[in-house]
């Protein structure tokens, strides 16, 4: 079955950095646009970061633009997400997810398969 499992999240101070990885099985990876998400206590789960299945095409949130950066290996069936600067806002749980349609997208219903999350905490 396909299974998506995130890593590196944790508790950073405002202005630090964390890099979140999420491992893909079951499923041909090179195939998805990956996309990353994230849900606050009491809020929805917004869109953050999304690549193409090539590498070739990336898309931000307003919020993170300039500080994440997404990255993906085909070849380790991981995508990356790059966190610098950041903020107490930026305070959720991280979801990947895998989207079928290989384009980038920003809205939850694009994405069929989800990771259970990964929590990033930043203190102020």
């Known amino acids: 079955q396909v299974q998506l499992v995130e890593s590196g999240g944790g508790l950073v101070q405002a202005g630090g950095s964390l890099r979140l990885s999420c491992a893909a099985s079951?499923?041909?990876?090179?195939?998805?646009?990956m996309g990353w998400f994230r849900q606050a206590p009491g809020k929805e789960r917004e869109f953050v970061a999304a690549i193409t299945w090539s590498d070739d095409n990336t898309s931000y949130d307003d919020s993170v633009k300039g500080r994440f950066t997404i990255s993906r290996d085909n070849a380790k069936r991981t995508v990356y997400l790059q966190m610098n600067r950041l903020k107490p806002d930026d305070t959720a749980v991280y979801y990947c997810?895998?989207?079928?349609?290989?384009?980038?997208?920003?809205?939850?219903?694009?994405?069929?398969?989800w990771g259970r999350g990964t929590q990033v905490t930043v203190s102020s």
């Open positions: 997810a895998a989207d079928p349609s290989r384009h980038t997208g920003t809205s939850v219903a694009r994405y069929v398969y």
């Open positions: 079951g499923l041909t990876f090179s195939s998805y646009a």
